[in-house]
C-alpha cells in the first residue's frame, strides 16, 4: 500500500571551516600602494587609501578584491567609498584595523578598530555586508563603531580556537600588563573577557606597535615605543590563556628606549622577525630571533633614515616571503626565505618596488582571518520519489548554481528517479557542490527472524522511515513479539512524502517429540558399556560415565545417575528427556546396605553363600526367594 504526497524540501547553505588563502591576495596600504599576488607579485596603483599605519583589504575566494579600511572609512572593490562607511572610530594606530570573517556568515565580516595613542584607547567594532549596496557592500545600519573597550592600546590580534570553529580575540590595556581575551563564535562577541595578568606593563605613552600571533596560535608577540619590550608569550588556544612572557628587547639592546614596531613569525615558527622603527637620529634596524636559543641576528640597519619611524610592519605574504613596510620609500623590503636562520634567509633591501605615484607608509594591511572548512551546500539525505520532488536553495547575495541538467535557478524540481548535483558558486564564500539519488517510493521492509520455537521471543524491525505504525499499536522502528501459534504482524512506515505498508508471518514451530530408551534401570558395576538409543536419532546424550553415545556404570561409579538426552530439529527448535539408572556391585563381599549388619559373602566354586551379622542374638532367621518370587527351602 502505498501513498504519494507532493514534497517540498529547502536545501540551506550552512557554516564549518575552508581556508581560502586568495582572499588575502590584494594588499592595499600607505598612499595608494598596492599588490596583487594572484598571478606573481604586481604592484599596482588605484586606490583611494593613504594611510600612515593599520590597514586592512579583503578579498574573495579568486582573489577579487572586495573592500578595504584604514580604520577610519571603508571603500569598496571599485573604489568607491561605502555609503555608510565613515566615522568607523579608528586612528592612525600599527593595529588599527583587523578583519574576521564573521563566523557562520560568509557574506559579513567584523571590522575591529582602534584609536591612536594620541587619543583615549577606544576600541571599537563594526559589521561590513558584502550584500548590500547592490552587492557592492556596506557597513550595516545600527552595526557601526560599536564600543567594545575602552583604555585599549594599539595592540590587537584574532586567533582560531582549538575548537575548530570560534575565535579568540585579544587586546592589551594601557599603563598596566593587562592583556584581554574575548571569545568570537557563531553568536557573536563575548561580552566578559578573560582578563590575564602577565608580562610588561605598558604606559599611556608607549602603545604603539604590532601584536601578532603565530599561525599555530600557540606564541603571541608584542612590541612598544620608548621601552624596551620586545615580548613573547604562550598562548593555549583551547582555553585562551596567556602566560610565560619572556622579553627579548634586553637581550638585542641595552637601549632603555627602542622604538619596537613590527613583528612576524616565520612560516615554520622558529624565528620571530621584529623592527625597530628608528628616531631621531637612533638608527632603524630588523632582527631575527631564534626562540629556540634567543640568539639574534642584524638583518638590516640604516643609520641614515630619511624619515622618523622608516622601518615599519611586516607580513607573511602568500608568496611566502614576508615584506617590511619602509615610510615614505617607494620599496618594500623582502625576507626571502624567512624559514631560514641567519643571514640565510636573505634579507634584500628593495625587494619589491611599488607603482610610480605610490608609495609604502609605517604600516601594511592586517591579514584577513577567514574561517576554515565553514561553508557547505546540502541537498539533503539520498531519499524516495512518490511524486514531484522540489528542492528550494537559499543562498547569500553573490551565489548562482549550477545543475546535472545545465539550469541554474536556485531551485530545481525532481520527477524522475535518478542522481541529481548541484554546484553552488560565490566569490564571498567558495564554490562547493553536493550529489542526491532519489528512487522510486518508499519500500517498506521488515527484517528479523520470521520462524520461532514455540516459547521463543523475536524481533522484527522496520526499514527506515520518518514514522511508524505497527499492528499491535507500536509506533518504534523494532518491536518485540512472542507469538504462541503462527501470526501475521504488518508495519506502515511514512517518510519523504511517501508511506508504505508491508506484511511479515512469524512462524511457531513446536517443540520435537523425544524418546530415550535404556533396557534395565539398573547395572553393575563390572557390565560392559551400554549403548544408549534416542529417537529421533542425532540428539546428544550428557550424563555421569556418558561418552560416544554410550553408558559406561564403571566410568560412572556406583550409584544413582541422571542420564539426558537433546535434539534439535531443523527449525532449531529443542527437546530432551532425562532417564536414571543405578550402578551397584554384583559380586564380592558387601552388606545389604550401607546401615544394615548382615553380610553376605559369596563362596567361589562351591555354590554355597555364607551370610553372618553382627548382632550378638541366638535368633536368626534367613528367607530365600527365586527369580519368580517362590521360596527356596534353605
Keep these: 500500500m502505498k501513498n504519494s504526497l507532493v514534497t517540498a524540501i529547502v536545501a540551506m547553505l550552512y557554516l564549518g571551516h575552508p581556508v581560502f588563502s586568495q582572499q588575502n591576495n590584494q594588499w592595499i596600504f600607505g598612499k595608494h600602494a598596492g599588490i596583487d599576488f594572484n598571478s606573481g607579485v604586481t604592484a599596482f596603483y588605484n586606490s583611494n587609501i593613504n594611510a600612515l599605519e593599520g590597514c586592512a583589504a579583503v578579498s574573495d575566494v579568486n582573489g577579487n578584491l572586495?573592500?578595504?579600511?584604514?580604520?577610519?572609512?571603508?571603500?569598496?572593490?571599485?573604489?568607491?567609498?561605502?555609503?555608510?562607511?565613515?566615522?568607523?572610530?579608528?586612528?592612525?594606530?600599527?593595529?588599527?584595523?583587523?578583519?574576521?570573517?564573521?563566523?557562520?556568515?560568509c557574506s559579513k565580516y567584523y571590522l575591529f578598530t582602534t584609536q591612536d595613542h594620541n587619543q583615549s584607547g577606544n576600541f571599537y567594532y563594526s559589521i561590513i555586508d558584502i550584500?548590500?549596496?547592490?552587492?557592492?557592500?556596506?557597513?550595516?545600519?545600527?552595526?557601526?563603531?560599536?564600543?567594545?573597550?575602552?583604555?585599549?592600546?594599539?595592540?590587537?590580534?584574532?586567533?582560531?580556537?582549538?575548537?575548530?570553529?570560534?575565535?579568540?580575540?585579544?587586546?592589551?590595556?594601557?599603563?598596566?600588563?593587562?592583556?584581554?581575551?574575548?571569545?568570537?563564535?557563531?553568536?557573536?562577541?563575548?561580552?566578559?573577557?578573560?582578563n590575564y595578568n602577565t608580562g610588561s606593563s605598558f604606559s599611556s605613552t608607549c602603545q604603539s606597535g604590532y601584536l601578532i600571533a603565530n599561525k599555530s596560535g600557540t606564541k603571541i608577540a608584542a612590541g612598544t615605543f620608548w621601552v624596551n619590550i620586545c615580548e613573547v608569550t604562550d598562548f593555549d588556544a583551547a582555553?585562551?590563556?596567556?602566560?610565560?612572557?619572556?622579553?627579548?628587547?634586553?637581550?638585542?639592546?641595552?637601549?632603555?628606549?627602542?622604538i619596537w614596531y613590527g613583528m612576524q613569525f616565520s612560516p615554520n615558527e622558529k624565528f620571530l622577525y621584529v623592527t625597530q622603527a628608528g628616531f631621531g637620529g637612533i638608527e632603524a634596524n630588523l632582527y631575527q630571533i631564534n626562540l629556540s636559543d634567543s640568539n639574534f641576528t642584524l638583518l638590516s640597519s640604516d643609520a641614515s633614515i630619511p624619515v622618523d619611524y622608516y622601518y615599519g610592519a611586516?607580513?607573511?605574504?602568500?608568496?611566502?616571503?614576508?615584506?617590511?613596510?619602509?615610510?615614505?620609500?617607494?620599496?618594500?623590503?623582502?625576507?626571502?626565505?624567512?624559514?631560514?636562520?641567519?643571514?640565510?634567509?636573505?634579507?634584500?633591501?628593495q625587494g619589491l618596488t611599488l607603482s610610480v605615484s605610490s608609495n609604502s607608509e609605517l604600516g601594511l594591511p592586517s591579514e584577513c582571518i577567514i574561517p576554515s572548512n565553514q561553508f557547505v551546500v546540502s541537498l539533503g539525505n539520498d531519499t524516495s520519489l512518490c511524486s514531484d520532488y522540489?528542492?528550494?536553495?537559499?543562498?547569500?547575495?553573490?551565489?548562482?548554481?549550477?545543475?546535472?541538467?545545465?539550469?541554474?535557478?536556485?531551485?530545481?524540481?525532481?520527477?524522475?528517479?535518478?542522481?541529481?548535483?548541484?554546484?553552488?558558486?560565490?566569490?564571498?564564500?567558495?564554490?562547493?557542490?553536493?550529489?542526491?539519488?532519489?528512487?522510486?517510493?518508499?519500500?517498506?521492509?521488515?527484517?528479523?527472524?520470521?520462524?520461532?520455537?514455540?516459547?521463543?521471543?523475536?524481533i522484527l524491525t522496520a526499514s527506515t522511515g520518518a514514522s511508524y505504525h505497527w499492528s499491535n499499536g507500536d509506533i518504534t522502528q523494532s518491536i518485540t513479539v512472542f507469538p504462541e501459534t503462527t501470526t501475521s504482524y504488518w508495519v506502515s512506515i511514512s517518510g519523504a512524502g511517501c508511506s508504505d505498508t508491508i506484511f511479515a508471518t512469524v512462524v511457531v514451530y513446536l517443540p520435537p517429540k523425544v524418546y530415550f530408551y535404556i533396557p534395565d534401570d539398573t547395572m553393575c558395576l563390572d557390565a560392559s558399556p551400554l549403548t544408549l538409543t534416542g529417537n529421533p536419532a542425532g540428539g546428544v546424550f550428557s550424563g555421569d560415565g556418558v561418552s560416544n553415545n554410550t553408558f559406561d556404570p564403571f566410568v560412572a561409579d556406583t550409584g544413582?545417575?541422571?542420564?539426558?538426552?537433546?535434539?534439535?530439529?531443523?527449525?532449531?527448535?529443542?527437546?530432551?528427556?532425562?532417564?536414571?539408572?543405578?550402578?551397584?556391585?554384583?559380586t564380592g563381599i558387601e552388606s545389604l546396605s550401607p546401615a544394615s549388619d548382615v553380610f553376605i559373602f559369596p563362596i567361589p566354586f562351591t555354590n554355597e553363600i555364607l551370610i553372618s551379622t553382627s548382632e550378638q542374638s541366638d535368633q536368626f532367621r534367613v528367607i530365600m526367594l527365586n527369580d519368580i518370587g517362590k521360596k527356596c527351602s534353605v
Design 560 to 586: 544413582s545417575h541422571t542420564l539426558y538426552y537433546s535434539y534439535t530439529d531443523p527449525n532449531g527448535c529443542m527437546a530432551g528427556i532425562t532417564r536414571d539408572i543405578y550402578v551397584e556391585i554384583c
Design 390 to 458: 522540489s528542492i528550494n536553495l537559499t543562498s547569500s547575495c553573490d551565489m548562482s548554481f549550477l545543475w546535472q541538467d545545465g539550469s541554474t535557478d536556485s531551485f530545481f524540481t525532481i520527477t524522475a528517479p535518478g542522481t541529481y548535483w548541484v554546484q553552488a558558486l560565490s566569490p564571498a564564500c567558495g564554490n562547493f557542490t553536493d550529489t542526491i539519488v532519489v528512487i522510486s517510493g518508499l519500500s517498506a521492509q521488515i527484517s528479523g527472524d520470521t520462524g520461532i520455537c514455540l516459547g521463543d521471543t523475536t
Design 314 to 349: 611586516l607580513r607573511l605574504a602568500p608568496d611566502g616571503k614576508i615584506y617590511m613596510a619602509k615610510n615614505t620609500s617607494g620599496y618594500l623590503g623582502v625576507i626571502t626565505y624567512p624559514d631560514s636562520i641567519g643571514i640565510d634567509c636573505e634579507y634584500v633591501d
Design 66 to 105: 572586495l573592500f578595504y579600511s584604514d580604520g577610519l572609512s571603508i571603500w569598496d572593490k571599485n573604489n568607491q567609498l561605502m555609503p555608510n562607511g565613515t566615522g568607523l572610530g579608528g586612528g592612525v594606530s600599527s593595529t588599527t584595523t583587523i578583519v574576521l570573517q564573521m563566523p557562520g556568515n
Design 239 to 258: 582555553t585562551g590563556e596567556i602566560s610565560n612572557p619572556v622579553n627579548y628587547g634586553p637581550v638585542i639592546t641595552s637601549n632603555a628606549s627602542p
Design 131 to 194: 550584500c548590500l549596496n547592490g552587492g557592492n557592500g556596506d557597513v550595516v545600519a545600527g552595526s557601526k563603531a560599536l564600543l567594545l573597550q575602552s583604555n585599549c592600546s594599539e595592540k590587537i590580534c584574532l586567533i582560531p580556537n582549538a575548537n575548530g570553529s570560534d575565535y579568540w580575540l585579544i587586546t592589551h590595556e594601557l599603563s598596566n600588563n593587562h592583556y584581554k581575551v574575548y571569545q568570537i563564535t557563531t553568536a557573536g562577541i563575548g561580552a566578559a573577557p578573560t
